[in-house]
């Protein structure tokens, strides 16, 4: 067991994960991981190497071995995280709804999630780590001492991400957006190694109701229950 400190955050896209774990990071000067973002470029890698072919079984050794080797590097500029493959920049690609449907679908490879394990616990740091992501309380911080999962209806989710899209320029229709979460949602539910699940001690919210200034004050209500040696000096 660590005593690095973690607050893993796990649930369905679009239920606010990344936004609330970025200020729970900022709020406490902890490191973030946004383990999603490693999923995301190993699905653009793989489909960029050719390894994702409609109506083509995936070849899980191949990806495995993609995943073992990723070329995956994140850099601090000027306040932003970018994400880099190789030499390309990706980090405005790995937003986008096809590189999601790709991640969704790689990570249903036990052997590739394996091969990302490490990767994500190199993560954790001193003073402490924020996790995002759907399997950060039930298996790649399985002793974090604060474990969040996070819901909202789909409609709820559905909206809030298209708002982020039309936000980003993409275009896109609420109908389209539903049927692209509930895919993911059922695909990311469903198997078999490391399915979205909370962690029998988790906290557990459904934050359809709420903004995201309510949801993030309950979350540093329980960070502050949990961890409140952390929240001493500030
Ligand atoms: O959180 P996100 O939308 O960026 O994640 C994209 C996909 O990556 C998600 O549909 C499933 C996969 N993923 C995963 O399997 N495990 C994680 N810890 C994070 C993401």
């Keep these: 067991m660590s005593s690095i400190p973690v607050i893993a955050i796990d649930g369905p896209g679009g239920v606010g994960k990344g936004t609330l774990s970025r200020l729970l990071a900022a709020r406490l000067g902890w490191h973030l991981l946004d383990s999603g973002a490693i999923y995301r470029a190993m699905g653009l890698a793989a489909a960029g190497a050719g390894l994702l072919k409609a109506g083509q079984a995936m070849d899980e050794a191949a990806l495995t071995a993609l995943a073992r080797d990723l070329p995956l590097r994140f850099a601090e500029q000027d306040g932003q995280t970018r994400a880099y493959l190789g030499a390309d920049d990706i980090t405005e690609e790995l937003r986008s709804a096809e590189a999601g449907q ?30 995002d992501g759907r399997d950060m309380g039930t298996v790649v911080f399985a002793d974090a001492p604060l ?31 539903e049927t692209e979460i509930a895919e993911r949602d059922r695909r990311d539910r469903e198997r078999s ?15 359809s109701g709420q903004n995201i200034e309510e949801t993030f004050r309950v979350l540093e209500g329980w960070a502050r229950d949990t961890l409140g040696e952390f929240f001493c000096c500030q």
């Design 193 to 207: 190694v490391a399915p979205l699940l909370p962690a029998p001690d988790a906290r557990l919210l459904d934050n």
């Design 102 to 131: 790709r991640a969704s679908q790689v990570a249903v490879i036990p052997a590739l999630r394996a091969a990302l394990l490490q990767r994500q616990r190199d993560f954790r740091r001193m003073p402490g780590l924020v996790a």
């Design 147 to 177: 474990k969040i999962f996070l819901t909202a209806s789909v409609e709820e989710r559905s909206k809030r991400r298209l708002k982020q899209l039309l936000e980003q320029g993409a275009s896109a229709t609420l109908a389209q957006v």
